[in-house]
């Protein structure tokens, strides 16, 4: 990305939000009452804005909104690359950094009356309806790209994100969601209090960073997986998806049709494998 471009990216935006708050607390341990404070995760609304209209409100932790703003649009099917956004920046009237505009290329066309009623139907937190279901899975193309992954590699991921959730260490309230390259070389890690959103922010900084597709790259998310974190990475074009705990059963079927790897319960020397199981190998 050029200097001028990842300037217009994050203009007006800290590059470190105040991720965690402190609270005045009552401690019992041990039979022992004490006074104490204790940091918790920051929540705060974030209103997405395309062209200057409101197209998504959702909860997150501050910080990386630009990639998260960007990521959301990508799994939307409104970008696509790099070169459909202008700028992304805070509008002049918000104090609080807590409203972003997301402006677009001319050649860019958003369908705002269909955005604005899929978004605010599905209240941010996925999708519904098997007419939506069924748009998706023909928005964005299967991946037939044969990129694989050695077992071991991938059992050593969880230890790997685990080691730099900073801001899990101190609050124990945030998800993660991370891109490795199939060698298990860390690219990108964030936290969030969504975890849709902390997958949005993974791949909103590969597109900032103009990866995108990534063919060779795996994402492992710290909670369950669903359909829509199995549709975000197909956004991305990320063929291997991998949690810590379970899949539902849409995320299997989504992952069979999509072309994607589905690893469920990785963790403790052990995992599931439930679709596209030629990858692991």
Do not use: W
């Not at 300037?7 to 009552?26: C, H, K, L, T, W």
């Not at 002049?92 to 605010?120: C, K, M």
């Not at 991946?143 to 994100?161: F, N, R, V, W, Y």
């Not at 260490?169 to 969601?177: D, F, I, S, V």
Request: hydrophobic fraction near 40%; aromatic fraction near 6%; proline fraction near 4%.
């Amino acid at each position: 990305m050029s200097a001028r471009r990842s300037q217009a990216y994050n203009r007006g935006m800290p590059d470190r939000f105040s991720v965690v708050e402190a609270f005045p607390i009552v401690r019992y341990e041990g039979g022992v009452r004490r006074e104490d404070r204790d940091e918790v995760a920051r929540e705060e609304p974030l209103e997405i804005r395309v062209r200057g209209r409101a197209v998504s409100v959702t909860m997150r932790t501050p910080g990386h909104d630009a990639e998260l703003a960007l990521g959301f649009l990508l799994s939307e099917g409104i970008i696509y690359r790099q070169q459909d956004v202008l700028k992304v920046e805070p509008c002049d009237r918000d104090d609080g950094s807590n409203i972003l505009n997301v402006q677009l290329s001319p050649t860019v066309a958003v369908d705002f009356e269909r955005l604005t009623r899929h978004v605010f139907a599905s209240s941010s937190c996925g999708l519904c309806g098997k007419a939506t279901i069924d748009a998706v899975r023909t928005q964005f193309p299967k991946i037939d790209g044969d990129a694989g992954m050695a077992s071991e590699t991938l059992l050593s991921l969880p230890q790997k994100m685990r080691a730099v959730q900073e801001t899990f260490a101190r609050t124990g309230g945030l998800h993660a969601a991370a891109l490795f390259t199939t060698s298990g070389d860390l690219v990108v890690l964030r936290e969030d209090v969504g975890r849709h959103n902390a997958v949005d922010k993974v791949i909103g900084d590969a597109l900032m960073k103009g990866l995108l597709p990534m063919g060779d790259h795996a994402l492992v998310v710290s909670g369950r997986t669903s359909f829509e974190i199995l549709q975000k990475a197909l956004s991305a074009g990320v063929p291997i998806i991998a949690a810590v705990s379970a899949p539902s059963s849409l995320a299997v079927e989504f992952a069979e049709e999509s072309g994607q790897t589905l690893v469920g319960f990785l963790r403790e020397a052990r995992m599931n494998v439930y679709a596209n199981f030629d990858r692991i190998r």
